[in-house]
Structure formats: structure tokens, C-alpha cells
């Protein structure tokens, strides 16, 4: 805020925007203002804006969230962000399905469908054939039927493809890597039909409805359509990735899902809350690396501008040097890493220092479990800080954390320990413990 020092009387004047003629809000006392300075109609329109939205997010949250993304679907922060607000709502977003999808963002019972729009590959007017194929004659019963009823000019291949890739199908046949190989097949066969068609040289139970005067029975033509040999399905991280590159986000699932809990105990923090930390503090939080973007400096040394995400959101991370030559081998893209760094703000946009990685599967813990007397008995605290401190030794290899749990009937609570006390090999530190008549044990962050 700023305060007014002096006035000065200056006759009659046109006034503009903040003019007002009486007293208005954006004094607060002393002759101190607001320095944004919004006179009455202005601060009235924001408050019945804001009414609004809380309205309609409280009473009518699946409609409200699907219409926030789709107005951001062009920028995947916030919809990435606005994903992960529906989760902690219990809002499950549902991938593109071609037999219930519409252009954007739709509210579908509880959960909120995928639009076409927001898949890659697929164009306004592939979308315009898909609808209107579906609202003539219904759902699409298979990969053939969907061929068949579609123009393929205006539906290619690549178009397909995306939609095969991405889960378009899976409500058909969960089996996407099947659907590619059919498509090889399919997509040809269905052209050949469109050419008979057009040509008025249809199919001869084409003609006659689909009645064969031999058999005296009624054929489906997908019968006949040539199909690939089976196959089984695309490994899971497979399928992820590609949904990734396809429609920018992990929606059917996220390749940190399954370490969610075991993760959380290991680092509480997650991106979105990086900008509300000191610069100082040495963070850790469990990723996904987008990206690696491998760069030299002025004297030539190699160092990495990573695009890295967690279930919140995504951050940019810059990897120095003396810390690349030491980490440089774990930056795979689509590894799952556990990072520590502090937060740099630069140009009002929050980066980290990476300070050390490790890939998730390679990471113990030291589970420590204390009774109550234990917990509160000075003796006893002073113990284990001392076999702690003794065997974290060196700092830059002390990556192991220590974590401690506090039985209290039927109550369980975590104690994280500080970095200060992480160690160095986790079976001597738990041999130490035990002799020391704690009970303790080596933990995976992901178990086999």
C-alpha cells in the first residue's frame, strides 16, 4: 500500500476509472490506499465473479472442473494443475472413448470424459465424421465397424492410430497393441469396401441385405475382415507413454501412482509446493523425468535443463556440472527419480538446483519402530542420535533416509528424520540399531 502525503485542490476535472465523488473503498484509515487502487464497481464485479465460480464449483463441481479444462486445454500446466485439483475432489478423469466422447471436456456420471479436441493427431473434422457416424447409426461395435462407417479421407492412419494409442478403444478392446496390428489389415480393407461403394460395385450380401440364399442366414460382413495374429498387449509403461505424447498428461494412470504412499513418506513436499519454500533448504521430492536437454557451458562443460513432474505438476530443474558428472547416467527420460535440490526464483519462475538423484528403485529406507517409552525417554533418543550421526559419516553419501514409527496402541505415527541424519548403507546401520535393542529393518521404496 502507499499513503498520501499531500493534496492539492486543482478545479473541476473529468475523472476516469477510479473517479469517484464520495468516499469509496479503497481508502482504509491514516490516509493509507490500496495501491492497486479499484474503485467500488470494480471491486463489486470481481466479488460476484468470485461468488460465481465458488457457487458453481461447490454445487455443481464436475460440470465446473470440465468446463475450467477445457477453457485451459491449450496449456498443460494448468491442466495439469486442474487434473490433480479433481483428484483431491474424487473426480476421475476418464480417457477419450470413441463411443461416448464429445469435442471437449464432458461431465459423464461421476467422472469427466476426455474430449477429442485434446488429442493430437486428431482434427476438427475427424471429430465432425466420428459424431455424426455415431449419432446415425449408434455406438461403434469393433475397430472394422468404426473403419467402415467413417470417411477415411477425412480419418487417416495417424488419426487412428492416435486414437488407438490413447485408449479411444479401450471400452472395445482393451488390447491396444491387437487394434495396431488389425489396423494394418483393417484400414485397407475398409478402403477397398469404401471403393466398391462408390463405384456401385457393393459386396454381393451387400446387395441382399445380408442374406445368403445358401445357408438361408444372415452374415455379418465384419466376419470376413482379415485380422492380424494375436498378439499380447503393450507393456503398461508403454501404454503410459504413449498417452503422454498423445494427449500431454498420464490419464488412465500414473507411472508414480503405485508409490504414492510409500513416496509421501519420503518426501512430503511436492512441486506445486516449491514456490512457498525458502532458497536455502535442501529439498527431496520423488519425479518423473519429462526431459533432458543437455547443454555446454562457456569453458565447455557439460551440464542439463531437466523437465521433471510429480502427480501435482511439472517443473523445470537445472542440473550443474560437478553435479551433472556425478548423476549424469540416471537422466534417462521417463525414469522415476528421487531428487533433492533448492528452490531459485528467476524471472518470477521457480526452478531447482539439483543437488543429487537416484532412481526410485534403488532406493532403502531404514524403518526404525520405537515404543512410546522410547520415543519420550532422553536416554534412549540420545542413543539413536548418536548411532545415526555415526553412521551417516560422509554427507554426499549419506542417501539413505531414516524413518521412524511410534506404536501407541493401535496408532502408528511417522517420524521423518532429518537429512542430517540420512546414512550411508542401510544393513550395517539396521545391524547397529539391533544391537542396540531397537527394532529396525531395511525397507524398498518399491517393492519387487
Given at each position: ?125 475427424a471429430i465432425a465424421a466420428i459424431l ?187 542440473v550443474f556440472p560437478k553435479t551433472y ?124
Open positions: 500500500m502507499v499513503k498520501i502525503i499531500t493534496r492539492k485542490y486543482i478545479g473541476q476535472e473529468n475523472v476516469y476509472d477510479i473517479g469517484v465523488e464520495q468516499d469509496h473503498n479503497f481508502v482504509i484509515k491514516n490516509n493509507f490506499i490500496a495501491s492497486n487502487c479499484f474503485n467500488k464497481s470494480h471491486s463489486t464485479a470481481y466479488g460476484y465473479v468470485t461468488y460465481q465460480t465458488a457457487y458453481l464449483k461447490a454445487n455443481y463441481p464436475l460440470e465446473y472442473m470440465a468446463a475450467l479444462l477445457t477453457a485451459n486445454s491449450g496449456d498443460t500446466d494448468k491442466v495439469q494443475k486442474y487434473i490433480s485439483t479433481c483428484l483431491s475432489m474424487n473426480i476421475q478423469i476418464e480417457p477419450p472413448d470413441v463411443n461416448r466422447s464429445g469435442v471437449d471436456f464432458t461431465p459423464v456420471g461421476d467422472k469427466i470424459l476426455f474430449g477429442f479436441s485434446a488429442v493430437r493427431n486428431v482434427g476438427q473434422n455424426e457416424a455415431r449419432e446415425q447409426e449408434g455406438e461403434f461395435k469393433s475397430l472394422s465397424d468404426f473403419c467402415d462407417r467413417i470417411d477415411l479421407r477425412t480419418v487417416n492412419r495417424r488419426t487412428l492410430e492416435s486414437l488407438i494409442y490413447c485408449g479411444a478403444f479401450d471400452k472395445i478392446d482393451t488390447n491396444r497393441h491387437q487394434l495396431i496390428k488389425d489396423l494394418e489389415l483393417v484400414y485397407d480393407w475398409a478402403q477397398s469396401r469404401a471403393k466398391d461403394k462408390a463405384s456401385g460395385q457393393g459386396n454381393l450380401f451387400d446387395l441382399l441385405g445380408g442374406f445368403s440364399p445358401a445357408t438361408k442366414t444372415v452374415n455379418n460382413v465384419f466376419d470376413s475382415v482379415p485380422k492380424a495374429q494375436a498378439v499380447p498387449d503393450f507393456p503398461p509403461q508403454k501404454k503410459l507413454q504413449m498417452e503422454k505424447e498423445l494427449l500431454g498428461f498420464y490419464v488412465s494412470d500414473h507411472p508414480l501412482k503405485s508409490i504414492k504412499h510409500s513416496s509421501s513418506i519420503l518426501a512430503p513436499i511436492n512441486l506445486t509446493q516449491l514456490n512457498d519454500q525458502k532458497e536455502e533448504t535442501l529439498l527431496c521430492a520423488v519425479v518423473m523425468l519429462n526431459n533432458v536437454k543437455k547443454v555446454m557451458t562457456k569453458k565447455g562443460d557439460p551440464m542439463a535443463i531437466l523437465q521433471i513432474e510429480d502427480l501435482t505438476g511439472q517443473l523445470e530443474a537445472v558428472e556425478r548423476v549424469g547416467n540416471s537422466l534417462e527420460v521417463d525414469a522415476r527419480l528421487i531428487i533433492w535440490g533448492k528452490v531459485d526464483r528467476r524471472d518470477d519462475q521457480v526452478q531447482l538446483i539439483v543437488e543429487d538423484v537416484e532412481p526410485v528403485e534403488t532406493v532403502q529406507l531404514v524403518m526404525v519402530e520405537l515404543t512410546p517409552q522410547q520415543a519420550t525417554t532422553i536416554e534412549e533418543r540420545h542413543k539413536l542420535r548418536n548411532i545415526l550421526k555415526e553412521l551417516s559419516g560422509d554427507k554426499e553419501n549419506a542417501k539413505v533416509p531414516v524413518i521412524g514409527i511410534v506404536q501407541t496402541g493401535n496408532s502408528r505415527q511417522l517420524v521423518r528424520f532429518g537429512r542430517q541424519f540420512w546414512v550411508q548403507d542401510s544393513r550395517s546401520t539396521v545391524l547397529a540399531l539391533q544391537n542396540a535393542r531397537f527394532l529396525a529393518h531395511v525397507k524398498q521404496l518399491i517393492s519387487s
